[in-house]
């Protein structure tokens, strides 16, 4: 049984779980010791049978022990894989009691993942945090943590995590950290800057429904802008760009909601204020939708208050 495991363990770890899983199948038979039984779940996570290794890995769980934080973070693994975040937030949670468990980069991303996915965003941004102070390069960790500092209204904090994000290897091809940075950029009054992060979120994604209302609405009231700044140049006049006094007001906002299709807001009163946003930057008027109260905001502040960040 201890040739058996010892082999399996080295094949598996040497990525080559298909030809491991014999073996640890055959260790396990002959004795379900918590570190065979673990070592085999492991090696069923890595090929994708998971349902098979959640059950490995309660039956490692019974008598764990010292290994116990060891056998958790395989299984909150496996719910995350599965989508059973409850589960997953439970068992990493076990798991980030333990000292040697706490430091550990993988296991800091999957429970900061996991609580993502349960709508504790608050509570996912220390892990996240950890994560790219250890690894600065990780780039899915700096696009979910630029998404948190967004929404708790972080623009600069936001746009630096976000643009480090889109310099690594496939964060130029990641639409909604262009999107996500087009909203900082929005935010701190850059609504160029913005233009140009949502036109390529768009390249990338045109699927995206919000990339695609942002940049539908921001593009007019930028061309406005510059169209009124060429005018009074030839008039020897100053008109200095609106400042952006509205701020995004995550939760408590009007067509706002949690984690539909992947995003934070994509309602259809999203992509109502935003076309009036683009109605009041001089594009041509429809009726579409109920009138509504008069609305005293500036075409790039009502743009503002439409759109919401969006999930990586």
């Keep these: 049984s201890f040739i058996l495991a010892r082999k399996g363990f080295v094949l598996m770890n040497s990525g080559d779980p298909e030809n491991a899983l014999?073996?640890?199948?055959?260790?396990?038979?002959?004795?379900?010791?918590?570190?065979?039984l673990s070592d085999y779940g492991a090696c069923l996570i890595q090929v994708n049978r998971d349902d098979e290794a959640i059950q490995m890995l309660k039956r490692a769980e019974l008598n764990a022990g010292e290994d116990s934080w060891r056998v958790?973070?395989?299984?909150?693994?496996?719910?995350?894989?599965?989508?059973?975040?409850?589960?997953?937030?439970s068992a990493l949670?076990?798991?980030?009691?333990?000292?040697?468990?706490?430091?550990?980069?993988?296991?800091?991303?999957?429970?900061?993942?996991?609580?993502?996915?349960?709508?504790?965003?608050?509570?996912?941004?220390?892990?996240?945090?950890?994560?790219?102070?250890?690894?600065?390069?990780?780039?899915?960790?700096?696009?979910?943590l630029g998404m948190l500092y967004l929404m708790e209204q972080d623009y600069n904090s936001a746009a630096d995590i976000l643009e480090r994000a889109t310099k690594l290897e496939g964060g130029d091809k990641d639409s909604s950290?262009?999107?996500?940075?087009?909203?900082?950029?929005?935010?701190?009054?850059?609504?160029?800057?913005?233009?140009?992060?949502?036109?390529?979120?768009?390249?990338?994604?045109?699927?995206?429904?919000?990339?695609?209302?942002?940049?539908?609405?921001?593009?007019?009231?930028v061309e406005s802008?510059?169209?009124?700044?060429?005018?009074?140049?030839?008039?020897?006049?100053?008109?200095?760009?609106?400042?952006?006094?509205?701020?995004?007001?995550?939760?408590?906002?009007?067509?706002?909601?949690?984690?539909?299709?992947?995003?934070?807001?994509?309602?259809?009163?999203?992509?109502a204020d935003a076309i009036q946003a683009a109605q009041g930057a001089g594009t041509r008027r429809m009726t579409i939708f109920p009138k509504k109260e008069k609305d005293n905001r500036s075409p790039l502040e009502r743009v503002q208050g439409a759109l919401a960040p969006q999930k990586p």
């Design 22 to 36: 014999p073996y640890l199948e055959r260790a396990c038979e002959g004795h379900s010791s918590t570190r065979n």
């Design 72 to 89: 958790s973070v395989l299984l909150g693994t496996a719910f995350l894989k599965t989508k059973r975040y409850e589960e997953a937030v």
């Design 93 to 144: 949670e076990g798991a980030m009691t333990h000292s040697e468990a706490k430091n550990d980069v993988a296991l800091n991303y999957n429970y900061a993942v996991a609580l993502l996915q349960t709508g504790k965003e608050s509570e996912a941004k220390a892990p996240l945090e950890f994560v790219v102070t250890a690894e600065p390069d990780h780039r899915l960790a700096l696009s979910l």
């Design 177 to 221: 950290t262009f999107y996500n940075l087009g909203m900082a950029k929005l935010m701190l009054d850059k609504p160029d800057d913005a233009m140009e992060n949502f036109e390529r979120a768009v390249d990338l994604d045109p699927s995206s429904e919000q990339a695609s209302t942002a940049l539908a609405a921001l593009k007019p009231v």
């Design 225 to 271: 802008n510059e169209g009124k700044a060429i005018d009074s140049e030839k008039s020897g006049r100053s008109t200095p760009r609106s400042s952006i006094t509205k701020r995004l007001s995550l939760g408590s906002r009007r067509g706002s909601s949690s984690r539909s299709g992947g995003s934070v807001s994509a309602q259809d009163q999203v992509i």
